[in-house]
């Protein structure tokens, strides 16, 4: 079987599995789990041997005219690079490990088969994203990703929270999109193809006539769907949906697709000097933001979200600089350690029954009930803090080297302005990122207090998941002299100096936070906090829907608790309360953006119902007016007929009479 043709089946194979999934899930529940699993797990190895024939050498490239447009052609493309096929690993992978793990998450969960079915097509649409070598149909898989994410966002629909979560992800990705749509079809027009290999190859050529115009338009989707600044407000809130979906959203698809995006298309962008100084701006926002914002969460996941929005502003700063391969590099990292990270917070939030950090930090003996999740959660800490030898070390050193060379000079692609922005930020989000990553440790597992409840041992369907994720995690990095083939040749060592600043500002942000931890866990015992709701036996989905409502009922917010035990208040003094409502942009938006439409849209059906509707309400009344008063005269009584036929007659009469006088007259 040619490598094309294995390629082929990727996606193709989880789309037949969520197909066979919607139309048997009622008739043969039984063959629900195998349809969810099976599909995607052979996926997953026809991507490992595409990545293996593909060797990162010569990108593989075929295509079949699929419609004829009169202008520009849409072609069936795939467009195979090292980039391409590690990524189509990744997605295999982690897609694979949330499908067996939600196998016993949501075991008993009526609507498992319309999830699995949803969660596989989710997996087809990245991996067409990832394969394709033309725009449009690289835009399909974009905007399924975009459906799949409302309804899985949404999945606990009984909740207030998934409900305006979903519609909220749905909303602001599709305002990216908007632009987006018109940056491709831009893009399209000045290289005369949606083939990428062409449009770059218009871009070698100098054939851009407006680069700085379509790079912002892209942007604006990228932002969107990547969840940076200022569009990354949605993230945070689609934690309310499953934590299997949160793993897949943020370690594999949908946010990882903008990135891959920009790395695959990156000469558009560096044509424009302007765009990737706004990309390096936005990057640095993105991660400066998101680690204080972390710093202040009480959800367990809300931390972890952003620290996803942190992450992909780091990837966002490699391509700002123009190094595609480091950018790519950390996407992969960060999607193992993403992945054992959420996945095992499912296991936290089943054992503890809360989401709450707070009430976490006043249990005693959480550590030993779930020995899995903790060495597991562990270590993908450590490597989201970019601690040596863990993957994240080696990814996020070669953003800051890529940073630190276009800073010096070194590199010419983007100006040195973008290289100082990001690695000014980097370092600066190391620091953070170290910070709320100890204090998540703390909080969640040194807990002191009354013992955690005893569940019994987690299902191995989802423990077992975990240390598969690990072991990535752990060994990722240490292939990084190995795999440049399948990064343009390009090195991603460490430096020295970045290494030991980074490195350095990272411990010291840890260390810091533990001395925090210890002034303040004294006020834990003298505070008690609570939302543990949910009974031992129940199983994992329906904790997180009941740990969510709780949260909300006993605090009054999602995201923060009223908890002066909390390092992270005590770190952030009065900044805290501003960085636990995500400064403050929801209302922003809602100040400047929803409340006029919604005060125009009150304003259109006010003159809808009250203007326009008076007036065809008052056609209709004259007319039934005029009807009433020709009924009325209808009596079917000749007399009345006789009489006033004879009265009309006279009056006729007269008037012609009386006509008649006043033209002699005159």
């Known amino acids: 079987m040619t490598t094309t043709t294995l390629a082929v089946l990727v996606p193709l194979l989880p789309f037949l599995g969520a197909a066979a999934g919607l139309l048997l899930g009622r008739r043969a529940p039984g063959y629900v789990r195998p349809l969810a699993v099976l599909p995607t797990l052979t996926a997953f190895v026809l991507a490992v041997a595409v990545a293996s024939r593909q060797g990162g050498g010569r990108a593989i490239d075929a295509a079949t005219r699929l419609t004829p447009t009169g202008s520009v052609p849409v072609d069936l493309a795939l467009h195979l690079d090292g980039f391409a096929v590690l990524v189509a690993v990744l997605v295999g992978l982690v897609a694979t490990c949330v499908q067996i793990y939600s196998t016993a998450y949501l075991r008993d969960d009526p609507r498992y088969p319309s999830y699995a079915a949803l969660v596989s097509l989710f997996t087809s649409a990245m991996l067409l994203v990832v394969y394709s070598g033309d725009l449009m149909v690289l835009l399909v898989g974009w905007e399924i990703m975009g459906i799949c994410s409302y309804f899985l966002v949404g999945h606990y629909w009984e909740t207030p929270e998934a409900r305006a979560a979903s519609l909220k992800a749905f909303l602001v990705t599709k305002l990216g999109d908007v632009p987006f749509l018109i940056g491709l079809f831009a893009l399209a ?60 959203i943020h370690a594999a698809t949908m946010v990882a697709a903008g990135i891959y995006f920009v790395a695959r298309l990156l000469p558009v962008f560096a044509q424009s000097g302007a765009a990737l100084v706004v990309l390096a701006v936005m990057a640095a926002v993105t991660m400066i933001g998101s680690g204080l914002a972390a710093l202040a969460q009480d959800d367990i996941k809300r931390v972890l979200a952003y620290s996803t929005i942190g992450q992909l502003g780091y990837m966002s700063g ?35 029954g809360t989401n709450s950090l707070a009430a976490m930090s006043r249990m005693g003996g959480l550590a030993k009930r779930i020995p899995d999740a903790y060495w597991t959660m562990t270590v993908a800490l450590l490597a989201l803090a970019a601690i040596p030898p863990f993957a994240g ?15 010096l000079g070194e590199r010419h692609v983007a100006p040195a302005a973008a290289g ?28 002191r207090g009354a013992e955690a409840p005893d569940h019994g041992r987690q299902p191995v369907a989802m423990t077992t998941v975990l240390w598969v994720l690990a072991v990535p995690t752990i060994a990722f990095g240490l292939t990084v002299g190995v795999i440049t083939d399948w990064f343009d040749g390009h090195s991603l060592a460490p430096s020295l100096t970045t290494a030991v600043l980074s490195t350095g ?13 210890r002034h303040t866990s004294a006020l834990a015992a003298r505070t008690p906090v609570g939302t543990v709701v949910a009974h031992p036996d129940a199983e994992p989905a329906l904790v997180e829907a009941q740990a969510l409502s709780a949260h909300t009922a006993a605090y009054g917010a999602y995201g923060d608790a009223p908890d002066p035990a909390d390092p992270g208040r005590l770190l952030l003094g009065p900044l805290h309360r501003h960085a636990a409502a995500g400064f403050h942009l929801d209302a922003l938006y809602m100040t400047l953006f929803v409340r006029p439409v919604q005060a125009a849209a009150s ?5 809808d119902r009250e203007v326009v509707d008076t007036y065809v309400r008052g056609s209709g009344t004259g007319a039934r007016w005029l009807g009433t008063a020709v009924r009325r005269a209808q009596t079917g009584n000749v007399q009345t007929y006789l009489s006033a036929l004879l009265a009309g007659s006279l009056v006729l009469a007269i008037a012609a009479v009386v006509f008649a006088n006043v033209n002699a007259g005159s």
């Open 189 to 248: 027009a000045d290289a005369g193809s949606f083939r990428i290999t062409r449009i770059l190859g218009a871009v070698a050529n100098g054939g851009l006539d407006h680069p700085t115009l379509i790079a912002l338009l892209l942007l604006a989707g990228v932002a969107g769907k990547s969840a940076q600044f200022p569009l990354h407000t949605w993230l945070p809130d689609a934690m309310a949906g499953p934590t299997p979906v949160s793993a897949l």
């Open 420 to 447: 100082w922005t990001v690695l000014v930020a980097g370092l600066l989000a190391a620091v953070l990122t170290a910070a709320y990553a100890t204090r998540l440790w703390l909080l969640a597992f040194r807990g």
């Open 505 to 517: 500002v990272g411990l010291a942000g840890g260390l810091v936070t533990y001395g925090a931890w």
């Open 393 to 407: 070390f080696f990814s996020k050193e070669a953003v800051l080297v890529a940073a630190e060379h276009t800073a």
């Open 603 to 607: 304003l259109v059906r006010f003159l």
């Open 318 to 352: 490699a391509l700002a600089v123009g190094d595609r391969g480091a950018a790519v590099f950390h996407l992969l990292s960060h999607g193992a350690f993403k992945a054992v990270l959420f996945l095992a917070a499912g296991v936290v939030i089943h054992a503890a």
